[in-house]
């Protein structure tokens, strides 16, 4: 695999033991980690490890396989996730193989057939790798629509983002964060019903996954602290929203305090 596709954390799904060694050798090799489960139960907890692309295999009974990958493709967090199935040998297909009307539901992104070498499998999960954009998804909420509409419209100009939905208040971001799964929340720390400052102590406690940046008229200090407390990890003012925003939003998705002050500020404490 080229330096761009190493380095990424590949989920096997599989339960034949000699395929799986030799998968995960193949795959160490070019200096990936392999995650390896053997039923639908141990993929969807294993799914919490983020992995770059999932591999669904043989697994069975029959119908398995399929239950995964659809509840994959329907899951907010995870359908977009390259995946690859492999189905099983002719011999094994009504034991642990898929169906006829099953394959014609398949939305995987590759499919190939046992037996099959894991070192055939090298470029073809390269491929999935090197076309895969993780966008980071951005739920904007703002209790007036000409602001939403501009921050909407930075965000959107940018190639690693998308806007998954937008709320006018911090009561309809709560509501919809369980739905969407957004990677960052962008809550204005004033807004009508529930405040952003009310909504990110929610998010953070329900949705840990979610990280909030706030965006706010007054940049004081003690608003600041007011956000760090309620378990906001970013800060901006809208004066400076146009310039900061996208640096922001990105700060925050890897976990990250935005900007430096915000960051000092939080550790001095």
């Not at 939305?107 to 954009?133: G, W």
């Not at 100009?157 to 009561?171: C, H, P, R, T, Y």
Request: net charge negative.
């Amino acid at each position: 695999m080229s330096k761009k596709t190493e380095n990424k954390k590949i989920l096997l799904v599989d339960d034949e033991s000699d395929f799986i060694d030799a998968f995960r050798m193949t795959m160490k090799a070019h200096s990936n980690e392999v995650i390896c489960t053997s039923s639908k139960s141990e993929a969807q907890e294993k799914m919490s490890e983020n992995p770059d692309i999932v591999v669904v295999g043989t697994i069975g009974p029959s119908g398995e396989a399929f239950s995964l990958h659809k509840w994959l493709k329907e899951h907010p967090k995870y359908q977009d996730i390259p995946l690859l199935v492999l189905d099983a040998k002719y011999e094994d297909r009504h034991e642990k193989g898929w169906r006829k009307f099953e394959g014609m539901q398949l939305e995987a992104d590759d499919f190939l057939t046992k037996p099959i070498e894991p070192s055939l499998l090298v470029p073809r999960i390269q491929n999935l790798l090197e076309h895969l954009e993780r966008l980071i998804k951005v739920l904007v909420a703002d209790d007036h629509t000409m602001v939403r509409d501009g921050i909407c419209a930075v965000l959107a100009l940018q190639k690693d983002m998308s806007v998954v939905g937008e709320a006018s208040d911090g009561k309809e971001a709560l509501d919809k964060v369980p739905r969407l799964m957004p990677d960052v929340a962008l809550l204005d720390i004033q807004m009508p019903i529930m405040s952003g400052v009310q909504a990110t102590k929610e998010i953070v406690k329900q949705y840990p996954q979610t990280k909030v940046l706030i965006l706010t008229q007054y940049d004081e200090e003690e608003n600041m602290q007011i956000c760090a407390q309620a378990g906001a990890l970013g800060f901006i003012p809208k004066k400076a929203a146009s310039s900061q925003l996208a640096t922001g939003v990105r700060a925050v998705y890897d976990g990250t305090y935005f900007p430096m002050t915000f960051k000092e500020m939080v550790e001095a404490k």
